[in-house]
């Protein structure tokens, strides 16, 4: 069974945090890399960050390298995108990603998407 569900979106102001979850299911999750992208309104969907199945190694797009870490807990099916610093820039419907099982972090190549939850930092 498919799933992956975003959760923790909102209305934040520039300079506050926010953290994001994915919860997935056993299927998405195993042996997966999982990752987060975004998509801001009238521009193309961009990679944030990836970890591998392990969690042993991460990676970020360059926007938000320093300010959003990824982590995941494989107990609980959940991806994590902590993201701090937030900036007017930083709105977007954000997505996450479950990649091919056995794939690398990084590139990211996505198998299946959640339904994306959407982040809005007011300036």
């Known amino acids: 069974q498919v799933q992956l569900v975003e959760s923790g979106g909102g209305l934040v102001q520039a300079g506050d945090s926010l953290r994001l979850s994915c919860a997935a299911s056993e299927f998405t999750f195993n042996n997966r890399a999982m990752g987060w992208f975004r998509q801001a309104a009238g521009k193309e969907r961009e990679f944030v960050a990836s970890?591998?199945?392990?969690?042993?190694?991460?990676y970020y797009g360059a926007s938000v390298k320093g300010r959003f870490t990824i982590s995941r807990d494989n107990a609980k099916n959940t991806v994590y995108l902590q993201m701090n610093s937030l900036k007017p820039e930083d709105t977007a419907v954000y997505y996450c990603?479950?990649?091919?099982?056995?794939?690398?972090?990084?590139?990211?190549?996505?198998?299946?998407w959640g339904q994306g939850t959407q982040v809005t930092v007011s300036s």
């Open positions: 970890i591998t199945w392990s969690g042993g190694l991460t």
């Open positions: 990603a479950a990649s091919r099982r056995y794939m690398s972090g990084f590139p990211f190549t996505a198998e299946y």
